[in-house]
T-cell receptor, first 113, second 114 residues
Framework: SAVISQKPSRDICQRGTSLTIQCQVD?????MFWYRQQPGQSLTLIAT?????????ESGFVIDKFPISRPNLTFSTLTVSNMSPEDSSIYLC??????????FGQGTRLTVV | GQQVMQIPQYQHVQEGEDFTTYCNSS?????IQWYKQRPGGHPVFLIQ?????EVKKQKRLTFQFGEAKKNSSLHITATQTTDVGTYFC??????????????FGKGTLLTVNP
């Protein structure tokens, strides 16, 4: 199992600013995943973060908008840059390789005004 | 592209009634997972099914994996108010090369009238 601490749990931000979300895992993991969940919707994968290499982004998500850091095997950050109201969403980090149980952080509820 | 589809999107039941949500993949899956997300919470793993035709039970919850490993269902018997939440199925779909990404269905929001 894995325990993930994600912060902040929620924030209200002004448009045009940036927010960095942090996730700390209690064990070393190869891959970490960042998801976005818009209100009442499913989880959409933003990117996969591997330690020591650039993150792999899914279609529709770009590094300039969602830069990711993965400095070691237990930590990752996702930045939401130059925010607009359309970025209001829940952002979740996760570990799990798709063939085993996935564990999620508590989520960051972002509102952009 | 590869998809995981789930129906219904919403289900409202009276307490004590049964509930079923269905999941269908466009491709054969090596496994399928089910998660529950309570209102305001994050997804929590319920179960993983791996074998063709597999059936697993957790108290009032019954999970099935189809023979072709492309569909699955979750059935809750005699729902309780504690069952309220969104139930997601998820399967590993290829994301280029040998990498897999966990792809979620749209989820079924279950509400229970006491």
């Amino acid at each position: 199992s894995a325990v993930i601490s994600q912060k902040p749990s929620r924030d209200i931000c002004q448009r045009g600013t940036s927010l960095t979300i942090q996730c700390q895992v209690d064990s070393q993991v190869t891959m970490m995943f960042w998801y976005r969940q818009q209100p009442g919707q499913s989880l959409t994968l933003i990117a996969t973060a591997n330690q020591g290499s650039e993150a792999t982004y899914e279609s529709g998500f770009v590094i300039d908008k969602f830069p990711i850091s993965r400095p070691n095997l237990t930590f990752s950050t996702l930045t939401v840059s130059n925010m607009s109201p359309e970025d209001s969403s829940i952002y979740l980090c996760s570990v799990g390789d798709g063939n085993t149980e996935a564990f999620f952080g508590q989520g960051t509820r972002l509102t952009v005004v | 592209g590869q998809q995981v589809m789930q129906i219904p999107q919403y289900q409202h039941v009276q307490e004590g009634e049964d509930f079923t949500t269905y999941c269908n993949s466009s491709t054969t899956l090596s496994n399928i997972q089910w998660y529950k997300q309570r209102p305001g919470g994050h997804p929590v793993f319920l179960i993983q099914l791996v074998k063709s035709g597999e059936v697993k039970k957790q108290k009032r919850l019954t999970f099935q994996f189809g023979e072709a490993k492309k569909n699955s269902s979750l059935h809750i018997t005699a729902t309780q108010t504690t069952d309220v939440g969104t139930y997601f199925c998820a399967g590993p779909l290829t994301s280029g090369g040998s990498n897999y990404k966990l792809t979620f269905g749209k989820g079924t929001l279950l509400t229970v009238n006491p």
